[in-house]
């Protein structure tokens, strides 16, 4: 299925939403339709803490065990409804895994997957009619998603014309100062410079520049 307008999505990070009120407006263009992938890192963190569950991190990517999931699945519930209720009447919240979202399982990391570029109908109907879906990353199992991850994914299946990363932070930061461009050799070359939550956040830019997506890391545009 394609849409008849232009469609934007958008990776709202749980430290912006912290933060900040979200103003989807800021990332959306008037007259382009919407979709909102997000992310509750610091939620998750303190849910786990209170738990008595400890939060470990491979590659800047959360490892969730069994135990963890339940908690995890209840901090992006919370999350999602606070971002659907700032977005407004539009806004229609969904948990990935009751989406019919599909991931194949990483491994080393758990109950956590890469998300599938299959588009549930609902999905699209959503679009369609002019609402806009705000998804909790997560799949059938449940696993669980980056949200990073699931953004650039989502981009590409949906056919986005762009993809935005809002962040508390202004862009990628090298050396103390926003990059306004990065491409893939680029951010290949930099390395050990990037470290944690900035490296998949990158990789999935990548993913989804490469197959012709408009993708803005806050200030920083990623091309490849």
Not at 10 to 20: D, R
Not at 60 to 81: C, F, H
Request: proline share 5%.
């Amino acid at each position: 299925m394609f849409l008849t307008v232009a469609l934007t999505v958008v990776k709202c990070g749980g430290a912006l939403l912290a933060k900040e009120r979200f103003a989807i407006a800021r990332y959306v263009d008037e007259g382009s339709g919407a979709c909102v992938v997000h992310g509750a890192g610091g939620r998750i963190s303190r849910a786990l803490d209170e738990a008595g569950i400890v939060s470990s991190f491979v590659g800047g990517r959360r490892v969730t065990s069994g135990e963890a999931i339940p908690v995890v699945r209840e901090a992006y519930k919370r999350e999602n409804q606070e971002l659907c209720r700032q977005i407004g009447g539009r806004a229609v919240g969904l948990m990935g895994d009751d989406l019919g979202l599909e991931a194949q399982v990483l491994p080393g990391y758990g109950h956590v997957g890469m998300l599938l570029p299959v588009v549930p109908p609902s999905l699209w109907g959503l679009l369609a009619n002019d609402a806009i879906p705000v998804i909790a990353p997560l799949a059938r199992g449940p696993l669980n998603v980056n949200a990073d991850d699931a953004a650039a994914v989502l981009a590409v299946a949906l056919f986005a014309d762009r993809l935005v990363f809002a962040s508390d932070v202004p862009g990628v930061i090298v050396e103390g100062q926003v990059v306004p461009t990065l491409s893939a050799r680029d951010i290949a070359s930099l390395g050990r410079e990037l470290t944690g939550g900035i490296v998949p956040k990158l990789q999935a830019a990548l993913v989804a520049a490469r197959e012709g997506i408009r993708v803005d890391v806050g200030l920083t545009s990623v091309v490849a």
